[in-house]
């Protein structure tokens, strides 16, 4: 069974940093590309950012170029996104995902972890 | 980047109602689109990839169509359990990018 489980969220003040972490289970982690996802309060989704399976690749919205960081451990089968220079707008619940083998799409979906900006 | 424009907003039906959902791309991206199905407090669910074919486990009252810009979601017989907001999603290339929701209420 594919599980992920996201941590690291919480309360941080504007232009300070967080860590997000997700540990993944119940597949091969290197074969398959992760993404991360956001969702503000009451809001729709937003994609935030993608790594390909062997890490070789990052992709990032414009919203987060330049303050995010995703990157991959495959020996711990752990995804994580370093969040710097935070703003009030990045307040949102951040899902971990695995994308499918056909590529494209989210096929696993994490509980997702709230980060909230606020002085 | 490839907007995404999901049509309606909201849709008010009762159990057994087909429904209709309808996203249109701003550029055409082939089949590269999916419907997610999201319920309060919950992650998203997989329904639809590649415009059209079902995931594993996803009931058959759902189905997707339609190819380069215009596609649709279609619940053939609306179930309690399909009240929800549903989300199209563009794969073709990133950014990936999301429509704005379309949520089904009870009528």
């Known amino acids: 069974e594919v599980q992920l489980l996201e941590s690291g969220g919480g309360l941080v003040q504007p232009g300070g940093s967080l860590s997000l972490s997700c540990a993944a289970s119940g597949f091969t982690f290197s074969s398959y590309a992760m993404t991360w996802v956001r969702q503000a309060p009451g809001k729709g989704l937003e994609w935030v950012s993608g790594i390909s399976g062997r890490g070789g690749s990052t992709y990032y919205a414009d919203s987060v170029k330049g303050r995010f960081t995703i990157s991959r451990d495959k020996s711990k089968n752990t995804l994580d996104l370093q969040l710097n220079s935070l703003r009030a707008e990045d307040t949102a619940v951040y899902y971990c995902a695995k994308v499918s083998p056909y590529s494209g799409f989210i096929d696993y979906w994490g509980r997702g972890t709230l980060v909230t900006v606020s002085s | ?107």
């Open chain 2, 1 to 107: 980047d490839i907007q995404m424009t999901q049509s309606p907003s909201s849709v008010s039906a009762s159990v057994g109602d087909r429904v209709t959902i309808t996203c249109r791309a701003s550029q055409g991206i082939s089949s590269w689109l999916a419907w997610y199905q999201q319920k309060p407090g919950k992650a998203p669910n997989l329904l639809i990839y590649a415009a059209s074919s079902l995931q594993s486990g996803v009931p058959s009252r759902f189905s997707g169509s339609g190819s380069g810009t215009d596609f649709t979601l279609t619940i053939s017989s609306l179930q309690p359990e399909d009240f929800a907001t549903y989300y199209c999603q563009q794969g073709n290339g990133f950014p990936w990018t999301f429509g704005q929701g379309t949520k089904v209420e009870i009528k």
